[in-house]
T-cell receptor
């Protein structure tokens, strides 16, 4: 099993540019999560999809952030326009189901630096 | 509401000595509890999880944790530290009640001294 795949692994961009992060969940998993990790706030859930449908996006910081899941094997997180305070590590995770006993499997993360 | 407190932000042990990483939680329901490990510049890897079966949970790489409801604790232990255990460890709680939400502790950085 390839695990959760994220791309790019590193991204350096300038303030105001659009950033797109990509995620391929584990095959057969129907739940997908996007998290952000910063030193100040730790790990925060941004958005949760179940069967490709956004269930909870209350963690999305503001309208500059958007996420899509067009099919069961692909999701994107987009930031437009990006700001320096968006610099963080963004993780994608997937699980077989969204239930509380299910393990979430994390990807390696995308390290984003906005200058 | 659910929360998790990792009592130490940094723990340092000598190679070959025991490891104890402490975690306390609060939850309105019977929780699921997890320990994840994050090596530098890597993603989070599941070490072990508790989901209301045996209170002593064995994980990968020789780690184990004991769920103590009376103490609301889920401490992570390992009898003998190895250099490769140096990483950051996260205690995570899910309060159940149909929730998918994980609440992460702030992490404990484990250093292993040769």
């Amino acid at each position: 099993d390839a695990g959760v795949i994220q791309s790019p692994r590193h991204e350096v961009t300038e303030m105001g540019q659009e950033v797109t992060l990509r995620c391929k969940p584990i095959s057969g998993h129907n739940s997908l999560f996007w998290y952000r990790q910063t030193m100040m706030r730790g790990l925060e859930l941004l958005i949760y999809f179940n069967n490709n449908v956004p269930i909870d996006d209350s963690g999305m910081p503001e309208d500059r952030f958007s996420a899509k899941m067009p099919n069961a094997s692909f999701s994107t997180l987009k930031i437009q326009p990006s700001e320096p305070r968006d610099s963080a590590v963004y993780f994608c995770a997937s699980s077989i189901a969204g239930g509380f006993r299910e393990t979430q499997y994390f990807g390696p993360g995308t390290r984003l630096l906005v200058l | 509401a659910q929360s998790v407190t990792q009592l130490d932000s940094h723990v340092s042990v000598s190679e070959g000595t025991p490891v104890l990483l402490r975690c306390n939680y609060s939850s309105s329901y019977s929780p699921s509890l997890f320990w994840y490990v994050q090596h530098p510049n890597k993603g989070l890897q599941l070490l072990l999880k508790y989901t209301s079966a045996a209170t002593l949970v064995k994980g990968i790489n020789g780690f184990e944790a004991e769920f103590k409801k009376s103490e609301t604790s889920f401490h992570l232990t390992k009898p003998s530290a190895h250099m490769s255990d140096a990483a950051e460890y996260f205690c995570v709680v899910n309060s159940g009640a149909g929730s998918y939400q994980l609440t992460f502790g702030k992490g404990t950085k484990l250093s292993v001294i040769p």
